[in-house]
């Protein structure tokens, strides 16, 4: 057979003890290149990539006369006189070519990823009328890297630096000077990270080529560089955001794993300050092992700490850093966002129009304009400032030059974040009508404002750094006592309902005591044992809520023999049913025959104690059989198979109507087969036809309640919470609608909030609410405190 190159490279490549990544690193290429040489696919040759080779295996003459010709003749054959490099293209090092059906998931990615983005870009509103004109200025010496390194500069080379100066509408432009493809962009809070990362991908996309990689935008904040890998977090991520990629390629990689690998991605990093402080310099070191083009977001301090406990900074990165916006930026955008008035507008005091606010001519409202300019210096507050004024007919800006009521930037800030929310809920008659006809609502402004606060209180209470709102794990941040108390309740009451209404009809054949004494014993069996049922399934979540093997969480059921991890779960799950089981039917029997027939309850069908307790073992195989079997057919979805909230709680809907067909046909065949056998056929088929029924419905749902992550939903976001007040009772459709609002953001199968700003603004706001309810139950006859800081939220909004 002749000799490949790629056969020759891996031969040399052993001979010299050295791994794929370190020849990639030696090389300084990707080691997804150093991957396709060695496979013998096409690879892009622009960057005398046979010489790098050559030169990072120490080949001698011989072996770089023949890498020379098996790679085209670009290596040099004589080690004293290399071929020099040629110089890098400008712009980020292009993608391998003839990517074949490959490029065609890259398609739709791409498809995909600019409808997404043109949505939410929509949404936000801040390039209406036109893009701010946000700006940066390049930073250098302290958190940037020597700029040899980002121009990739051989040895001895000498360039000029491009230009890196610009504004938002240029950002693509600008990133297509670095030759490495890698960017860091600082910036304050607010400052429009977000905002360019967005603009950045769609500008990337609209001028993108079939072969060119894809920008995606991953949000960093759930990143743990200790316990996931850079390469299997972008992958999982990629699988969450966009389910297509979930398909199996040949070699048995999914489409998100071969497009990352064959450099078809270019990930957009928004959101590094996000990471927990001791994950972002570890965090560092990770993408610095990387040699990946990608654009980071960050602020400031928060990197610039990172880079010094790294002692590095981002390998072979440019760094910009966003500047304020002034006050003639904010004169040439917002008088454009006020809405046009029918005749000539009031331009004095608090009905003043942002022309009149912004116009320097007048002079005796300076101080409060010049706490205006400090408090706007940045896209999110000018965004604010145009929904709460711009968006609000009723409302003028002039206000926010009172001094006496907003002394300091802080206060307008403040106040702005406090007039977000009531603002996007303010009733609109086209919206009302569209509303009324496609989902519940509308949403009263001053209960939004409180569900919400809620829910980001939720999320302070889950973690600091938690962004991601999981409608699963909605109610979770109460104590665990509480949701055990909870489930175990609904549990008893669904298993004690289903019992009583089961043996009605079984009294009433199977005896002839008549339908008063099947009523009456119905009810008693029904109280009884629904208390017996929500005890142990209260006991289950309890236990449930602390392992990782019970744990409520987004499943999809397949048939199938499971994985080894799915397999030991089985096994664990099996165990606790076995005991659930033995423990249940004691205490049933127990029930029955210390309680139900004492009363003048028993139904005379000839039962005993004795005869009881022969239905032990057999129901505590059958549950543990059912327990064993559901687990063992449960693949964890961690919502990356799904596209929304609501597709993964339809999912849940479905694997609980599974649970209830096990559990029917498992125990209720099982009793049925052993009532025959102790009772005789005909007795036995009925009490277990019976018997299957009210598992179906009782125990089934039970361990829907307590094991599933739609029971978790259920009894906490459906039933107790909005009970209490904290969400409303469609709470879905009020995430959906938030999201329509701007409020919140989608991410997949998990919704944010817009900024951490609005997240932490409305979680202090509902602590303070929280604090002020309970001042005012412990001392009643006390309320001048609340009084005053009432009226000071009241001024404030």
């Known amino acids: 057979m002749a000799e490949t190159l790629g056969a020759l490279v891996r031969q040399l490549r052993k001979q010299a003890g050295l791994t794929q990544s370190q020849l990639a690193e030696r090389a300084e290429l990707g080691e997804s290149t150093v991957r396709r040489i060695e496979t013998d696919r096409p690879f892009d040759h622009r960057r005398g990539t046979i010489h790098r080779i050559a030169d990072a295996l120490d080949a001698g003459p011989e072996e770089r006369r023949r890498l020379s010709a098996l790679g085209g003749g670009t290596a040099s054959a004589a080690p004293e006189a290399p071929e020099p490099a040629p110089e890098p293209a400008p ?42 004109p946000v700006r940066w200025q390049q ?33 693509a432009e600008i990133y297509r000077r670095i030759p490495s493809g890698r960017l860091v962009v600082l910036g304050r809070a607010g400052s429009g990270k977000s905002i360019l990362a967005v603009r950045f991908a769609l500008d990337l996309l609209d001028a993108r080529t079939r072969d060119e990689r894809v920008p995606v935008i991953f949000s960093l904040g759930d990143w743990d560089p200790a316990a996931v890998a850079l390469r299997d977090w972008l992958i999982g991520r990629l699988l969450r955001d966009y389910p297509h990629l979930a398909r199996r390629v040949p070699s048995g990689k999914t489409l998100a794993a071969d497009l990352l690998d064959d450099d078809l991605v270019l990930p957009v990093l928004d959101g590094f300050d996000e990471l927990a402080e001791g994950l972002r310099a570890p965090a560092l070191e990770a993408l610095n092992l990387s040699r990946l083009p990608l654009v980071l977001t960050s602020r ?63 002079t005796a409202e300076s101080a409060g304009r010049a706490n205006l300019a400090a408090a706007l210096r940045t896209p999110l507050m000018i965004a604010l400032a145009r929904t709460v004024y711009s968006d609000h007919p009723e409302r003028r800006p002039g206000e926010l030059l009172d001094t006496a009521r907003f002394p300091t930037p802080e206060a307008i800030e403040e106040h702005l974040l406090a007039g977000f929310v009531p603002a996007v809920y303010r009733p609109r008659p086209a919206e009302r009508l569209d509303t009324v006809r496609r989902r519940p609502g509308p949403w009263d402004a001053r209960r939004a404002e409180h569900w919400l606060g809620h829910l980001a209180d939720h999320l302070t209470r889950l973690g600091p750094e938690r962004q991601d709102l999981t409608w699963w794990e909605v109610g979770t941040s109460t104590s665990r006592t509480l949701r055990t108390l909870i489930v175990g309740f609904l549990a008893g009451l669904a298993f004690g309902v289903t019992t009583a209404v089961g043996n009605v009809p079984v009294d009433l054949v199977a005896t002839s005591h008549g339908l008063r004494f099947a009523v009456v014993r119905g009810l008693v069996v029904g109280l009884l044992h629904g208390t017996v049922a929500g005890a142990l399934f209260g006991l289950v979540y309890w236990h449930a809520c602390a392992r990782a093997a019970l744990r409520p969480s987004p499943v999809r059921l397949r048939l199938s023999t499971g994985t080894p991890r799915t397999r030991r779960n089985a096994l664990i799950r099996f165990l606790v049913g076995l005991g659930c089981g033995a423990a249940g039917m004691a205490l049933l029997i127990l029930v029955d025959e210390g309680l139900v027939a004492p009363i003048g309850l028993a139904d005379g069908q000839g039962a005993d104690l004795a005869a ?31 596209v929304s909230p609501a597709d993964l709680l339809h999912i849940e809907r479905r694997n609980v109507v599974f649970h209830m067909i096990t559990w029917a046909l498992v125990l209720g065949l099982g009793v049925g087969l052993l009532n025959g056998v102790v009772y005789g056929p005909l007795r036995g088929f009925e009490v277990g036809l019976v018997f299957g029924l009210e598992a179906a419905f009782g125990a089934g749902l039970g361990y829907g309640l307590s094991l599933t992550a739609w029971g978790q939903w259920v009894a906490l976001a459906r039933i107790w919470l909005p009970l209490t007040g904290r969400l409303p009772w469609a709470p879905i459709a009020f995430l959906a609608d938030a999201h329509q609002r701007g409020v919140l953001r989608q991410v997949g199968a998990v919704y944010q909030f817009r900024h951490a700003w609005i997240q932490s603004h409305l979680s202090r706001s509902h602590q303070q609410h929280r604090d002020r309810a309970r001042r005012r139950r412990d001392h009643p006859t006390d309320h001048s405190t609340d009084h005053r800081t009432d009226h000071r939220t009241k001024g404030a909004a």
């Open 139 to 171: 930073v250098s010496g302290g958190v940037a890297d020597r700029s040899a390194n980002a121009l990739l500069l051989a040895p001895g080379e000498v360039r000029g630096e491009p230009d890196l100066t610009g504004d938002l509408r240029r950002v």
């Open 612 to 642: 009881g307790l022969l239905f032990i073992p057999p129901i505590a195989l059958a549950t543990g059989l059912v327990f064993g079997l559901i687990a063992l057919f449960e693949a964890p979805v961690r919502t990356e198979s799904v």
């Open 300 to 362: 400031h301090a928060e990197f610039t700490e990172a880079v010094r406990v790294a002692h590095a900074p981002l390998a072979a990165a440019a760094v910009l850093e966003l500047c304020d916006l002034d006050l003639d930026d904010l004169r040439g955008y917002l008088p454009r966002t006020d809405p046009a008035f029918p005749g000539p507008a009031d331009t004095d005091g608090p009905a003043a129009t942002w022309e009149a606010v912004l116009d320097p001519d007048r």
């Open 91 to 132: 712009g980020p090092p292009p993608p391998p070519r003839d990517h074949g059906p490959l490029a065609d998931a890259a398609e739709e990615l791409a498809r995909e990823s600019r409808q997404r983005w043109r949505r939410e870009e929509a949404q936000r509103r801040v390039h209406h009328p036109f893009a701010l």
